[in-house]
């Protein structure tokens, strides 16, 4: 009589290799669907590498989305190329990163250039009136996003509370609020630690199946921290950063529109604690406040067309540099969308160049001391300060949209009601983003029309 043999599951067999070639094709394929925001973003990766494919266990893929949430840059983008760089060594994870932007760069060039060119057109006028209301709703609910996840004590309320009195009545510069709440952070973490313990994301209790990466497969060889390799990608990544730095100089001169914009997002770059929402103040400050490369009407236009393309919320900033740079005419009048679109390429180059350094240089480092509390405490005051900054930029929204003439002027009654709608729809029906810029763009355009 023949032995029965068990039954083996689907989910039980290890998935097949994946070569560099299929992942390149899945990456492009995220590029384009990576809507919703750093947490669309993660659940679609979720569903995609660990649910659907099982290219990566949870635990690990929670592990390593833990990693990314301590640095500065958008950290779905980083995820990326963290899981990238995991299956593929550094090619992975610099082909995983760079087509989580590229789709975003090359349609906010489209958008803004048909934004700059024909943004007086009534029907567009009409649906940027409808937007507007209803991004200052979107920057509220990212302050009470962050801030419900963020601010777990009294300490850390005080720090959201003192962050946003120094942007607000001081106009202190947002890189001395993250360098103090770094200091209050520090030693916080030191006098009274459990004020100051990051709550992160917790272990994984579900499994899906054998992972082609598993809880238990060992850590590749390219993934282990070694001095040379540290050593080597730190040469390479200056390299990268100083040559067109250098080119641009030699160009334009250190003054220069581009030189000033790529040195500008290197440092928004280093500031990104707490998402995209935590630099926009810092970009304001700079490009509209100190280098006047567009005005606040069109930063919250801009943050409107990030809203609504795919890819890291931070992509914004090559609307910015797009508007910057036509609007100034750097190449002369002949050459306007040639200058935008470099200059969208060049502070997108500098913006994300240091999130594939610390991924490929500092992820075997880092990620070995992620749960030490002298490096995350310091991180979760800078959340907490961070939401106190957001607020500051919604009120700094809602002011331009509702009172378009300032404080001396009325208050324009149809992009309150808009507001207050978009936020009823956000915050007690579950409306997702697009959705609501969607339905406001459509009031806006038909309130604008009958005017």
């Known amino acids: 009589m023949s032995e029965v043999q068990p039954l083996v599951s689907d989910d039980d067999v290890r998935p097949q290799a994946v070569s560099l070639r299929e992942a390149f094709w899945f990456w492009l394929k995220l590029g384009f669907i990576s809507f919703g925001g750093p947490a669309g973003q993660i659940s679609i990766m979720h569903q995609e590498l660990v649910e659907r494919r099982r290219w990566i266990s949870e635990r690990r893929f929670l592990h390593a989305l833990n990693y990314c949430m301590l640095l500065p840059g958008p950290e779905a983008q980083q995820l990326a190329t963290y899981i990238g760089w995991l299956m593929h060594r550094s090619w992975g994870g610099i082909v995983a990163g760079a087509l989580f932007v590229l789709p975003s760069l090359f349609i906010l060039i489209f958008l803004s250039w048909l934004y700059i060119a024909f943004g007086e057109v009534p029907v567009v006028a009409g649906l940027f009136y409808g937007i507007k209301?209803?991004?200052t709703a979107i920057v509220v609910q990212a302050a009470h996003r962050i801030g419900s996840r963020a601010l777990k004590n009294n300490w850390l309320?005080?720090?959201?509370?003192?962050?946003?009195?120094?942007?607000?009545?001081?106009?202190?510069?947002?890189p001395l609020i993250v360098l103090g709440a770094a200091v209050i952070g520090y030693f916080g973490g030191r006098l009274a630690p459990e004020k100051f313990r990051a709550g992160g994301h917790s272990a994984a209790k579900k499994s899906f199946g054998t992972a082609l990466i598993d809880d238990d497969?060992?850590?590749?060889?390219h993934a282990r921290f070694s001095w040379t390799k540290l050593a080597t990608l730190a040469?390479?990544?200056?390299?990268l950063w100083a040559l067109p730095m250098g080119v641009l100089t030699a160009l334009f001169g250190w003054q220069g529109t581009l030189t000033q914009?790529?040195?500008?997002?290197?440092?928004?770059a280093l500031l990104t604690f707490g998402g995209a929402y935590a630099v926009l103040p810092y970009v304001y400050q700079g490009a509209v406040g100190h280098y006047g490369w567009l005005t606040p009407t069109q930063m919250i236009d801009g943050l409107a067309l990030g809203e609504t393309t795919p890819g890291p919320l931070i992509m914004v900033v090559a609307f910015v540099g797009f508007v910057g740079a036509y609007v100034t005419q750097v190449f002369g009048a002949d050459q306007v969308f040639f200058a935008g679109a470099v200059a969208a390429a060049l502070v997108t180059w500098f913006t994300f160049l240091p999130s594939f350094l610390f991924i490929l240089a500092g992820g075997p480092l880092v990620e070995s001391t992620h749960d030490e509390l002298k490096f995350t405490a310091p991180l979760t005051a800078i959340t907490a300060a961070v939401v106190g900054v957001?607020?500051?930029?919604?009120?700094f929204f809602g002011y331009h949209v509702l009172w378009p003439q300032g404080?001396?002027?009325s208050?324009?009654?149809?992009?309150?009601?808009?507001?207050?709608?978009?936020?009823?729809?956000?915050?007690r029906f579950k409306r997702g983003v697009i959705q609501v810029l969607l339905g406001c763009a459509l009031v806006g355009l038909v309130v604008h029309l009958l005017r």
């Open 407 to 409: 404080f001396s002027g």
């Open 411 to 427: 208050l324009d009654w149809p992009s309150a009601l808009i507001a207050i709608a978009a936020a009823i729809a956000l915050f």
């Open 390 to 395: 957001i607020l500051n930029l919604a009120c």
């Open 157 to 174: 309320w005080a720090i959201a509370a003192a962050s946003f009195t120094a942007i607000f009545a001081f106009n202190v510069p947002f």
């Open 261 to 268: 914009m790529s040195w500008f997002f290197t440092k928004a």
């Open 217 to 221: 497969t060992p850590t590749p060889a």
């Open 235 to 239: 040469v390479i990544g200056a390299a």
């Open 133 to 135: 209301p209803a991004v």
